[in-house]
Nanobody, 118 residues
């Protein structure tokens, strides 16, 4: 089972990107019952939680991205998205998706680079 993240790239300040994270392979847990998260790690900084969408449909965002980023899911496609709007240079980082189940599965994508130029 693999998580494949895509959608990163170079964008100017104020631009938008949509990151996609798709599960490839067979998972024993039902995708809709899994918690999904996006993290990011900027150079020289610790990895931080950006957004989450839990199995009970709650969403959460870091204060720095509230009102700019939106996490969503397509359970039929086993895919989670991160729509990023009004991007700022401080959003430059490698973005990672993470999917977890209550049974203990903890899957990570390989990361996708987002660079915001000023």
């Amino acid at each position: 089972v693999q998580l494949q993240a895509s959608g990163g790239g170079l964008v100017q300040v104020g631009g938008s990107l949509r990151l996609t994270c798709k599960v490839h392979g067979t998972i024993t847990s039902v995708f809709s019952n899994m918690d999904k998260y996006w993290y990011r790690q900027a150079p020289g900084k610790q990895r931080e939680l950006v957004a989450g969408s839990t199995r009970d449909r709650r969403t959460m965002y870091a204060d720095s991205v509230k009102d700019r980023f939106i996490i969503s899911r397509d359970n039929s496609r086993k895919t989670v998205y991160l729509q990023m709007n009004n991007l700022e240079p401080e959003d430059t980082a490698v973005y990672y998706c993470n999917v977890r189940s209550i049974e203990g599965a903890d899957l990570w994508g390989q990361g996708t680079q987002v660079t915001v130029s000023s």
